[in-house]
């Protein structure tokens, strides 16, 4: 592995192609419209594809230059204490990333930079990746130096104790804390002021360690070199099923959809009467043949949405491989486009273990972490959370947790579950209230209907809205009692657990240290029947997550208000 040279460095030659292919995506809609006037010139003297060529010649000249002097402008260097990277042609821009504040070195590849050999390395701070740290167009060798020379310069900051933004505090700052110490340790109420005279005194005995200087606030093992602790992978079965279940297979005909609908309006009107026709002969022969090819067409449509699904899957999750290496947590994932990221483990706020509707029915659940920050900014993951399984049986879920997370088995498993009376709150506010308002939409739909032009047409109407109004009232009260059986409440020492879900199941276990703070509130109707809604906020990155679960018994979720009270400082917390 070569060392890093001094001074500032270039990407591959390659980031002039991708920057010119990425720069091409943001013009294709300007470029499409462009050409649609063109299309109906009739007195030009140069032909159609002629003038469409010029147009899309000239765009391509404008992308490429763009591309040559980004390239020439974008460059890379390591000092002694940080990460700098210049970038821009009129919107100049410098990032410093300290390497004090680096907690993961990720690397993303997509098709074209795995047939070159190339990737894109991502910085994972505090603040999350997508805020800056992106470096496109590496060689692997550059990747693996850099990410290398990255820790091993934090490891020697850390060992000159140069702690970056947390410095060496003053010693006017020191006396202060000394007082606070003196002032808490006599303080007959151990409940509050003991604990927070442990926990200043904790901080006190960190201040005077080896380097002087505080942790940061997610302080922790900071290296990635470490040996794997824990390692699983995804089996050919478990990546079938999960593009069959999964909840993206009518994502393509969506975006077809909305792409058709978004420029139907630049076609000429040729165009629009020609796919008019064609859409309504189609229909009518599909209805002259019949109920029969009718549902056959639907199966149809469904089993290539599938078919998209698992392909969608395949290629996404397909050698998927997450591992606990130290104090770190790495997931790689992908077929095609290969991307690696990870998160600290002291960053890890919360689990959570998810079942939709169809891996609910076969007993399969997908795992997430919620982080303090965002690791992953890929399809993989929401804002603040890390998908450490796709899709695992529902009964092994928690002992993956707990091999991958020492600490979490002293989470409860079994569940509290609602009072009776959350039954009936649970169908009035889930099929009883939207009940109403879609039978006066009928009701409103069937008087506005032409009685006296087409009686036969009418009649069949006013029928299929009933069907519809009872399907859905059907499906409202199978929503009510399926969220009334999922949901579930526990708590311990360290942690509490949260249930919720209708069609699908979320599970969340929460340590309380990483609580930030509980609400409970209570509306007339659940004073009346002694209820209450109880909210959680963790600490993540953005905008933060909340966890919440209604119709609590009123003296569960005081006891659970009183347990989250602030004494983390004592030691007691897990």
Known sequence: MSAIAPGPHHVHKAYIMFKAIENLRQLLVPIVVSLFPLLNLNDSSLPVPVLIALVVAVFVAIDVTVSVVSYQRFTWELTSSELHIKKGIFNKKHEHIPFMRVYAVNATANVLERLLGLVTLTVDTASGSQGGGHIKALTLGEYEALRSEMFDRKRRLVGEGAMGSAPVLPATRSAQLERHVAQFEGTADEGVGGGMAKGLSRARTEMDGSSGSLRGMFGGDFTDDAAIGFERTLTGKQLLLKGLSGSNVLLPLLITMGFISQFSRYLPDSVKQQAADAVELAGAQLLAAGAVLIVLTLMLVLLVSWVFGVISSTLTYGGFVVRRR??????????????????????????????????????????????????????????????????????????????????YDAAPERLGGLPPVAVRRSFNRFALWPGLVLALVAAGASLLLPASTVPVDVRLGRAIVGLALVVCLAMAVAYAVLWYRHAGFAHNAGFVVLQHGGWGVTRTIAPRSRIQWVRTSETPFQERVKVATIKIALLASPPGVRVSLRDLPVEQAKVILDWARPRALDGSAA
Do not use: C, M, W
């Open 326 to 407: 130290g104090g770190r947590i790495e997931v790689e994932r992908g077929l095609l486009s290969r991307y690696s990221s990870g998160v600290s483990v002291v960053r890890v706020q919360a689990v959570r273990i998810h079942q939709g509707f169809l891996s609910r029915l076969i007993g399969y659940a997908e795992v997430s972490l919620v982080t303090a920050s965002e690791g992953n900014h890929r399809a993989d993951a929401v804002a603040g959370s890390l998908v450490v399984h796709p899709f695992i049986r529902r009964k092994e879920a928690r002992a993956f947790v707990d091999e991958l997370l020492p600490g």
